[in-house]
């Protein structure tokens, strides 16, 4: 009469855990996947408008880069997050000037503590006005 009831009790908790784990276990995996995997690369230019790190309990660098527009066009920004201290600081260095951004868009990133859009900066470049 024991053995069926510790074989009973084994299945409850490898049931409970595969509940509780396997959420866990998926949602690690697909964070990784998405932040170490770019849907796509390029290029942005334009003028850095701002750099800032904000956030209450995930603190991120968010930037915002003016991109060049026809006269009396509409402005378009280029919203974006970085990930690297050194990058950000670069990027502050180099607010209100002309810029080029690398940058790598990754989609499906879960919520906002690695960077508030899908667009993150990998490097930068001065672009010399002659």
Same mark, same amino acid.
């Given at each position: 009469?024991? !053995? %069926?009831?510790?074989?009973?009790?084994?299945?409850?908790?490898?049931?409970? @855990?595969? =509940?509780?784990?396997?959420?866990?276990?998926?949602?690690?995996?697909?964070? &990784? @996947?998405?932040?170490? /995997?770019?849907?796509?690369? #390029?290029?942005?230019?334009?003028?850095?408008?701002?750099?800032?790190?904000? #956030?209450? +309990?995930?603190?991120?660098?968010?930037?915002?880069?003016?991109?060049?527009?026809?006269?009396?066009?509409?402005?378009?920004? /280029?919203? &974006?997050? =970085?990930?690297?201290?050194?990058?950000?600081?670069?990027?502050?260095?180099?607010? #209100?000037?002309? +810029?080029?951004?690398?940058?790598?868009?990754?989609?499906? +990133? %879960?919520?906002?503590? &690695?960077?508030?859009?899908?667009? !993150?900066?990998? #490097?930068?470049?001065?672009?010399?006005?002659?």
């Amino acid at each position: 009469m024991r !053995f %069926p009831a510790v074989i009973a009790r084994h299945k409850l908790v490898s049931a409970l @855990i595969l =509940i509780i784990a396997g959420p866990i276990v998926i949602s690690t995996l697909w964070t &990784f @996947i998405a932040l170490n /995997f770019s849907y796509s690369k #390029g290029q942005r230019a334009g003028i850095l408008q701002k750099v800032s790190q904000r #956030g209450w +309990v995930c603190k991120t660098w968010e930037g915002e880069l003016q991109l060049t527009a026809m006269p009396g066009a509409t402005p378009e920004k /280029f919203l &974006f997050s =970085i990930r690297s201290d050194s990058v950000a600081g670069e990027l502050a260095k180099r607010a #209100g000037q002309r +810029v080029v951004l690398d940058y790598a868009q990754h989609r499906g +990133v %879960p919520g906002s503590c &690695f960077g508030d859009t899908e667009y !993150f900066v990998t #490097g930068i470049r001065a672009v010399s006005t002659q």
